[in-house]
């Protein structure tokens, strides 16, 4: 059976919300979050230097391989 809202009854509805409790209210700020200190980054002894960026490519690498391994159909 469907319900639509043009059969609710209005104030029936309202004298039902009126049976329940309030509900509790929240704060409305949040306690302040505890500070957690900072680390500086320091290099460990014997650790590798930063790697370069890879150089980048015209096209996919696996777009050269595939193209390099068909064979040439005219």
């Not at 059969?7 to 929240?26: D, E, G, K, W, Y």
């Not at 590798?48 to 040439?72: E, K, N, V």
Request: proline share 22%.
């Amino acid at each position: 059976m469907a319900l639509s809202f043009s059969s609710i009854n209005v104030s029936q509805a309202a004298r039902h919300l009126q049976q329940f409790p309030p509900m509790p209210t929240l704060p409305t700020t949040l306690p302040p979050l505890p500070s957690i200190p900072t680390i500086p980054a320091l290099p460990k002894p014997g650790a590798l230097p930063s790697l370069p960026s890879m150089p980048t490519f015209p096209q996919c690498l696996h777009c050269l391989l595939y193209h390099a391994c068909q064979p040439q159909l005219f």
